[in-house]
């Protein structure tokens, strides 16, 4: 990606803690970490992949462009044929990177000629949703940088500061986290005007231990605000509720919002939902409210749209503005609880991902939509990953839900989904369980008729969202 300043490798090196030898003149125009995407004077981050280490692609980057390869390992790239007067030779070249996205985020506040804030947003569920929400109402101060795909870690946020230029108004980052310390890692980086927490679910339980590390890895937001700048939290939930009371910057502002409370900063009223889920609510804020009405289903999408219009007010942005772009704003991100029809079959894709919570949510909106449907109730359903020890009790506890929203049929996609099949033989409901997604698109097909409603919902590893995209290529 292109940068908007031609920064010097020789002062870069200097400021990140590098060594670099060659031409004290050389400068860069870009950063990339992939040799396809490559431009005239970039600099190539050779990072360690799963199957390629970036060193050995030092030469061949060069080649093609690049004005200096980012390294931390000198041998390697060397090797590759690459000359080291055109290697910037670090200890860590990810935490390199996060540095080289700091210095450029200083820079670019120094010449920019917007007002540029820089908004953070965390949580188990949400995110990109709210961010999406946030990035239409932004758009009323200018021009907007946000989070794409799934660049919310030490890697891709970095990338995604680099993405900004003199014209931006608002840089929106999700920040996810599977350790703790991840959120500090990341607020470290750009020092954000606008922090968020707005939901902690048993996201990655598996990877943390606990919903009590998760917890405490997403109250690192509290400490990660900028001073002077504001703290945004969802205190419905009742693990971010206590962050309200913990230490931050000095200075910061908090605002508070909930779909279900009234004394808070920001809230909702009158909350109704459409046949497709689509709800309709009163905002209000301080002495003032407005309708509002959302075009993307789930009424849990309540919560991300207050907690959207709880950070473009504190950027300022009026009142009846934020409520008006919410209800012009649509899902801008796939596989996000997109609710459309495949001619006369309702389809709900939620694939993108899942955890016990988003995956409950999900199937409430099958029973809510499907209801209002004349054909089955279907529920293809992928394993939730990276959930450890409880994963066998979390995908059993599914049933419940499943029975209580009268499901028709199950399509339970990999490992893990065997708990939950093995749950419902139980209780006679109809099921099948299938060993990849393939097999699941097969059995779908087999199945499906017109007027069914069928949720598509599982964690991206298990593939559902690939059934997803061949239900939308069928047409």
Known sequence: MKIVLSISVYDLAS???GSFSGDPLLVFSGVTRDTRTLSQGDMFVAIKGERVHGADLAKQALRSGASVVLTDDKERACKSGASIEQLLIVDDVIKALGKIATYYLQLLRKVTQKDLKVVAITGSVGKTTTKDLLAHICRYR????????????????PL????????TSTLILEMGADHPGDITYLTDIVNPDVGAVIAIARAHVGEFGGIENIQKTKAEMCAGVRQGGTLVLNVGDPLI???????????????TYAASLSHV????SDIVCDEYSRASFVLHADNVSADVTLKIS???????????????????IP????????????????????????????????????????????????????SNK?????????????????SALEHKNLCALLLHISVDLVIGIGDDMRFLCEELDKHGVRNTWCSDYEEGLKKLNSEREAKDTILLKGSHGSNVWKIAEALQSKG
């Open 15 to 17: 400021a990140i803690g």
């Open 142 to 157: 200018g021009d907007v940088v946000a989070t794409e795909g799934s660049l919310n870690n030490e890697i891709g946020l």
């Open 160 to 167: 995604t500061v680099m993405r900004a230029d003199e014209n």
């Open 241 to 255: 509720e206590p962050m309200f009371f913990m230490k931050r910057q000095k200075d910061v502002d908090v605002c």
């Open 265 to 268: 900063d920001i809230c909702a």
């Open 298 to 316: 789930g009424e849990h999408h309540v919560s991300n749209a207050l907690a959207a219009a709880s950070i473009a007010l504190s950027l300022g």
């Open 319 to 370: 009142f009846d503005n934020v409520a008006e772009i919410l209800s012009e704003s649509m899902q801008m991100s796939p596989h996000r609880m997109n609710v459309h029809m495949n001619g006369l079959t309702c389809i709900i894709d939620d694939s993108y991902n899942a955890n016990p919570d988003s995956m409950r949510a999900a199937i409430k909106e099958l029973g809510r939509i499907g």
């Open 374 to 390: 004349e054909g089955k109730k279907i529920a293809v359903l992928g394993s939730m990953l990276e959930l450890g020890d409880d």
